[in-house]
């Protein structure tokens, strides 16, 4: 059973910039595609960056040229590196793989808050 735990969410105002982290548990990580979701209140979560084991990136048009993900796999973790943060960010953040179908069990993921 994988856990993931997020972790370095919280307020900030527009114009600023978090560092999200999350490390996932097992065996496997190094080996899977890796992403970050997002779910705005009132709004079903959204993929917002994936990583694949070889390091390629993709990203949601909504956060290109602002947000970066990365990953440490000597640590089990993904980063998503947030800037230029606007209060349409706001959300919680979770992690998970990177797959339609086949998910973990999602975490409790880390709350984003960007003031206007």
């Known amino acids: 059973q994988v856990q993931l735990v997020e972790s370095g969410g919280g307020l900030v105002q527009a114009g600023g910039s978090l560092r999200l982290s999350c490390v996932a548990s097992?065996?496997?990580?190094?080996?899977?595609?890796m992403a970050w979701y997002r779910q705005p209140p009132g709004k079903q979560r959204e993929l917002v960056a994936g990583?694949?084991?070889?390091?390629?990136?993709n990203y949601a048009d909504s956060v290109k040229g602002r947000f970066t993900i990365s990953r440490d796999n000597a640590k089990n973790t993904v980063y998503l590196q947030m800037n230029s943060l606007k209060p349409e960010d706001t959300a919680v953040y979770y992690c998970?793989?990177?797959?339609?179908?086949?998910?973990?069990?999602w975490g409790q993921g880390t709350q984003v808050t960007v003031s206007s």
């Open positions: 990583i694949r084991s070889g390091g390629s990136t």
């Open positions: 998970n793989r990177w797959s339609a179908t086949n998910l973990y069990s």
């Open positions: 097992g065996s496997f990580f190094s080996s899977n595609s």
